[in-house]
């Protein structure tokens, strides 16, 4: 149990240096709103006023607030993307690889260019 809080604790601070060198006039969204994105969102990074947007996939989350911020369905990541433009953070380390091909077949399918999408799976 040890070696996995140890483990949890060294990709959690590799994830907030990363997402601390993200330009700071873009938005983050998080994308996959659990437990990780709980954490992620009470750090300094987005207590210190962080623009940012929420997505989830599972309909059982979509529509409720999160610090004021409604979290929307993954599907309207791009329409939201065309409005304003943000970097993505999956924040779903299990199913980061389909979320990413997900994400990048939308844009592709809609002649977007395909945002900074930021994962942490090989930290794993």
Excluded at 21 to 37: K, N, S
Excluded at 87 to 97: D, K, P, R
């Amino acid at each position: 149990i040890g070696k996995y809080i140890d483990d949890s604790n060294y990709i959690f601070s590799k994830i907030k240096e990363v997402i601390a060198t993200l330009p700071e006039e873009l938005p983050v969204a998080l994308l996959g709103i659990g437990q990780f994105a709980f954490k992620l969102l009470k750090t300094e990074i987005f207590q210190n006023g962080r623009a940012f947007k929420l997505f989830d996939n599972n309909r059982m989350n979509v529509g409720k607030k999160i610090k004021g911020i409604t979290i929307m369905h993954g599907d309207e990541i791009s329409t939201e993307y065309k409005k304003e433009k943000f970097s993505i953070v999956i924040s779903s380390l299990i199913y980061e690889a389909p979320i990413r091909k997900s994400i990048e077949n939308i844009f592709k399918q809609q002649h977007i260019e395909i945002p900074m999408i930021i994962g942490f799976s090989q930290l794993l």
